[in-house]
């Protein structure tokens, strides 16, 4: 039910109470169930008026007005299917970018220098740094 100034929406609710004690006159019966139209109209007027209010006014169990209440909210909510719930994986994401395995080579000279070099990058420059290191004595 949509916002609407309280001197309307006290209206709607005195019209629905009127209703209520209309459908009390003219049912056959005691045990007669409430109507599922004026159920739906109190239950509607629930959204501008505290509950205990509207069970008050329309006479009826607040208990069983909350009740009622309960099942329209629930069977206006989407229903999820068992079948819709399974588990998914979803792979993680590094926040920082890991190393890749990398290349590691260990040189020697004959002078017994040796050179070790470890390089993180997929295809390190290297033909330019073994010449160096070979030709250098």
């Known amino acids: ?3 609407i100034p309280p001197a309307q929406a006290e209206h709607q609710l ?3 109470a009127d209703r209520f004690d209309a459908w009390r006159q003219t049912r056959t019966t005691r045990a007669e169930p409430i109507p599922h139209d004026l159920w739906e109209q109190a239950i509607a007027l629930t ?3 505290p509950l205990t209010r509207v069970a ?3 006479r009826v169990s607040g ?3 909350k009740k009622r209440c309960a099942a329209h909210h629930a069977a206006r909510s989407p229903l999820v299917s068992i079948a819709a719930l399974s588990f998914v994986e979803v792979p993680a994401t590094p926040i920082w970018s890991r190393p890749t395995a990398g290349t590691e080579i260990e040189l020697s000279r ?3 220098t040796r050179l070790r070099i470890h390089s993180h990058e997929p295809q390190p420059p ?3 740094l073994v010449r160096t290191f070979l ?3």
Request: charged content about 25%; aromatic content about 4%.
């Open 1 to 3: 039910m949509k916002s």
């Open 14 to 16: 005195t019209q629905v």
């Open 47 to 49: 959204a501008q008026f």
């Open 56 to 58: 008050r006014r329309i």
């Open 63 to 65: 208990g069983e007005l």
């Open 110 to 112: 004959a002078d017994g």
């Open 126 to 128: 290297l033909v330019a």
């Open 135 to 137: 030709e250098t004595l």
